[in-house]
Each structure stands twice: as structure tokens, then as C-alpha cells.
Nanobody, 125 residues
Framework: QVQLVESGGGLVQPGGSLRLSCEASGFSFEYAAIHWFRQAPGKEREGVSCITRTDVDTYYIDSVKGRFTISRDQAKNTAYLQMNSLKPDDTAVYYC??????????????????WGKGTLVTVSS
């Protein structure tokens, strides 16, 4: 019954924007650190961003700094990834994941307790 459901992916032109959402249920969302990972075809899954349970800490991979913003709405059990100035290299399946060790951003796929199914982001002209 644990669910993380991503939405908001799609096709966008370079320079465009998308906002991904991750709606959680079946666990204590408010206590978890929420991460966004992405995986392009033939590549390893990489951590893109994360936010701690208290918003004390956030993390962004260098390639998205200044373009992506992670946030969460505890009342809605939902996390977001606002993606601006998108580039073709951002094309990937984006996954949200929850780490119940919620006070830190561990940014390690092996540490995640729950995963969503992913949403595809395609950046292309």
C-alpha cells in the first residue's frame, strides 16, 4: 500500500520548463527525505535532488544547480521538482524515492526505502 506516484513528465523543448510531482501514501511522508533520481537509457541511475524532512538540507547534482528546485508540501504528502531551462541531457525517466532516515540527504539509491514508477521527461526540438 506504499505508493509514490510521479506525474508531470512529458515532451518539452530545450529551454522549457516542467514541474514534476510526487504524491506519497502508505507511509510517514513527513518524516522521510524525498529524493529525485533519473535514469537515461543505457546509463546508471543518478541522484538529482533531495530534500530533508524539515527542509533544513537540500541537494542538487551539479548539472542541475540553478535550474532545478526541489520542494515539498507536508500537508499534501507531495514533493515537487521544478525544472527550468531544460536541456536535452536532462532527458530521462525521473523517479521519486523516499528515505525513512529523513534528517539527511543520503543521495544513494541503495538507501532508499520506497520508489515510484517514474515519469518520462523528454527534452527535444
Amino acid at each position: 500500500q506504499v505508493q509514490l506516484v510521479e506525474s508531470g513528465g512529458g515532451l518539452v523543448q530545450p529551454g522549457g520548463s516542467l514541474r514534476l510531482s510526487c504524491e506519497a501514501s502508505g507511509f510517514s511522508f513527513e518524516y522521510a527525505a524525498i529524493h529525485w533520481f533519473r535514469q537515461a537509457p543505457g546509463k546508471e541511475r543518478e541522484g538529482v535532488s533531495c530534500i530533508t524532512r524539515t527542509d533544513v538540507d537540500t541537494y542538487y547534482i551539479d548539472s542541475v544547480k540553478g535550474r532545478f528546485t526541489i520542494s515539498r508540501d507536508q500537508a499534501k504528502n507531495t514533493a515537487y521538482l521544478q525544472m527550468n531551462s531544460l536541456k536535452p541531457d536532462d532527458t530521462a525517466v525521473y523517479y521519486c524515492a523516499a528515505d525513512r532516515l529523513g534528517y539527511v540527504c543520503r543521495n544513494d539509491a541503495r538507501s532508499m526505502d520506497y520508489w515510484g514508477k517514474g515519469t518520462l521527461v523528454t527534452v527535444s526540438s
